[in-house]
């Protein structure tokens, strides 16, 4: 995105370049191309003023433009870009120019006359090295060229600055995982507090984690202890995150969360990181396989020896399997995306929670699910002032009739409707525990609604209810919010182009334009707070098999909004430590009889499902469909027993189903066995309960009486594969440690093993 206050201060600077040249042609010294004319005296007092600045701010406005544009692209990208767009119309024009220029100066002041050199060859030596009118742009150039290479030299990522040089990154698609795809109008990485007077500490930061229940102390410790650390490195990468003037990185409160340690650069927050993640790795010359599916990670006596992955690119079946020899294994493969149909993931997210399962390691928290209001294409959540701004909602029917405002079909009152639809701005995720007394009263809605074959809309161009309401009206906080950022007037687009108009440039650049079109919406999948169980150092049950980011149950019930950004950075960064200081050498002695076992297996499944790929089409979107309806934010135990079931018989697909029906077979038996224990609704899941349960609204249908978890310290569920079946076993969270931080004691354990243990 263009920034106009760098071009406004270009344009005032090239109109005194201008200004300083034509006073140039005739002041004492009188010069024109390097001729000697009588001159003006009095002219020479403006040059004093112009000369010093105007070339010296040029160079320093392109610095900064440099810094926002390598943040976007990798210095290889950037110099060919300034070499196609600079470097050769420079020279080009310099020939040009030169032809006339270069014959006045030769005939006035003779420059390329004299000596063994030929004028000519003098003059092809003036062009090329940019002497002339256009002398700064290969002045500029070469800045150019030594600023990739600082950059260059300045990028670390963990590994390899722990000197771990054996690394290869496999990936199925690298531009199609959830951090560069997804998003919401304003989104949030989570840190300890870096601003202000409002006190923070580690301990203060890891006890909140804690609180969301069913999270591991040490681990909520560890997020705490390096969030400042990862947040910074990300800011040395290029991250703009904001500051004040002072350079403080600013914050603001996020849900489940009582301190200000959200930040955010917009709705790409995490694309900006992985970007430029990804450009550190590229700079160190990382090798990495692309369109390189695993399809099983290969033990030995329970530790990882290596993987088997699938070509997607391969064009002969010869090519079409890759094996992997290795000692260590990070798994950031993301949530299992793809076991639901109605989910705000990207479409290239698919997940592999199943594999790693397979492999040995323990599931943890796989009933803790996150979800929420999206919009359904483009996928993107719906949080923000995508809600505060009072967009009108509406569903039709299938075909696109019978339109209707159906929130008015509950709400009696259109300005309670308007406060609870304000509300779900920032009370994004569906709550449990905000039916009753709060917004997820909306989430609920909205579902019923597609449930009965409904389209539900969100439209910005024009006010619900028919514009009568009355802003004066609004719950308190809605209306003091609306009136501070001076947003109470107009439609809906207008408000938004007011409050947040990078919002609507987001559609924009996805091809559509709120000002014109309304946007489809559901209630979505969106984060699994569950996962893969991890240590401490993010190494699970599998030795040498770790996960990171959404693949690992680093979370529980309640996650603070954004702290999933922070968890990844920080778990990348704990395994780079263990792994550097305790998992080097070579990979164990049975690679060899784990990969033939398993290519022979995959190799078998792979000629059985190659002619029917119609019907695993079907069976992926039965699935799909069969996990939204029973195993997402609505929860009927009956419905989850039938459906697991029926998932066991399925698992003989090609590897993505497959991959997919291990998941929703471990994730659909641990919601069973987590009513069967008495676990009650919480967080995004509501449990149906007709029993012991209660319903908040009398319309509401009978699926939705249920009960609340008020369980003080809930126990964590964990599910693992043995012998073909699924298992469970639930223990108390691990509390947050006590160590002794005596200064010396530390320190000493630090200067002999790093305290890496």
Partial sequence: MRKPFLDNLRYGIVLSVAVYHVFYQFNSVGVITNVVIPGIPALDAPLYVLYPWFMAALFMISGICARYSLEKQTGKQYLKGKVRRQLIPSIAIIFLIGWSTGWVTDQYANIFGGGQVPGFAKYLVWCMSGIGVLWFLHELLLCEVVLVLIRKLDKKDRLWQLGQRDIVLVTENRVGGTSRNTGSDKQT???????????????????????????????????AALSTQCFLKLVDLGVPFPRNRYGEYIGYKTDHDPRRRATSVGPYTSKQMTECLEAAVQAKGVPMLDKTKVIKILTDDGTVCGLLCLNTAAQDAADRFTLIRCKNVIWATGGPAGMYADSVYPFSQYGATGLALEAGAKGKNLTEWQYGLAFVAPRWNVSGTYMQVLPRVYSTAADGSDEREFLMDFFSDVHDMLSNLFLKGYQWPFDVRKIADGSSIIDILVYLETCKGRKVYLDYRTNPAGGEFSYDALLSEAREYLTRVGACFGTPIERLAHMNQPAIDFYRDKGVDLYTQPLEIALCAQHNNGGIGIDCWWQTDVKGLFAVGEAAASHGVYRPGGTALNAGQVGSTRVAQYIAARCRGDASAGFDAAASAALA??????????????????????????????????????????????????????YRLRDMLLSQRAYLTAMADYTAHGGKSRGSALYTDLTGGVKPFAQLPDTFTFALDETESPLIQELWFEDGTCRTAWRAPRPIPEDDDFFENVWRSYRETGNID
């Fill in 601 to 654: 297996e995959m190799a078998a499944l792979a000629d059985a499902c190659r002619a029917d790929t119609g019907n695993v089409r079907a069976l992926w979107q039965h699935a799909a469909e069969e996990m939204s309806r029973c195993g997402a934010a609505i929860r009927d135990p009956a419905q989850i027993r039938a459906y697991g079931k029926q998932v066991e018989t399925q698992l003989a697909m090609v």
């Fill in 189 to 223: 990485y989570y840190k300890l507090t870096l601003s202000g007077g409002e006190p923070d500490s580690v301990r203060e930061m890891a006890q909140t984690l804690y609180e969301g229940k069913c999270v591991d102390g040490d681990i909520a410790l560890c997020e």
